[in-house]
């Protein structure tokens, strides 16, 4: 009697790795955070150094109502920036109803409102620097001068480079005959990007506008 023996089952396991885009992005976004994290290093130096009166006095000039409303669309763009992502990951290109209804909408619609939101903040920083350079407040006036346009500043430069991916992200959007993997892919990871400069605005906005207006209460 001849016994047969039956080969064993292998079970094909599929290693899922890494997107590699994913991976730079946020190795890079941690370095970012580093470098945010100096300047709030450098600010509170600065501000142990001058002295409280010295901060209060310059910290007075700035038009906190006003700031506060530029914060709230900066914020608000993160929402509708993370509405294209949902819409990305679902591979909806753009919308397919009418474009009074934003529940219809695609990638395209909700970062091109995301860009115009963030465009408005850089419109409402640079609006804020004129006026303060008219009240007196410059980059050479004092060290409170210095700290605030260098890191509002840098913020602001890094809010413009996220302007310029949404761009790529909406123009490759546009040009796509296909949207895929890789645009949404590209929508995925400009997101992330830029709710690292909101969260890192929030936390410059809360030191210098928020505990600076209540130390001059």
Known sequence: MSSTSAAPSVAHVQVTRPNTLSVGVIVWLSSELLFFAGLFAMYFTHRSVAGPELWAESSSQLNFPFALANTTILVLSSVTCQMGVFAAERFQQSRTGSLLNPARWG???????????????????????????????KISTSS??????????FHALHVIGGLVAFLYVLLRSFNARRFGHLEAGAAVVTSYYWHFVDVVWIALFFVIYVLDHLMVQ
């Open 107 to 137: 990638m395209q619609e909700w970062y091109t409102l995301t860009f115009l939101m963030g465009a408005v903040f850089v419109a409402g920083q640079v609006t804020e620097y004129t006026e303060l350079i008219q009240h007196g407040l």
């Open 144 to 153: 409170y001068g210095s700290v605030f346009y260098i890191t509002t500043g």
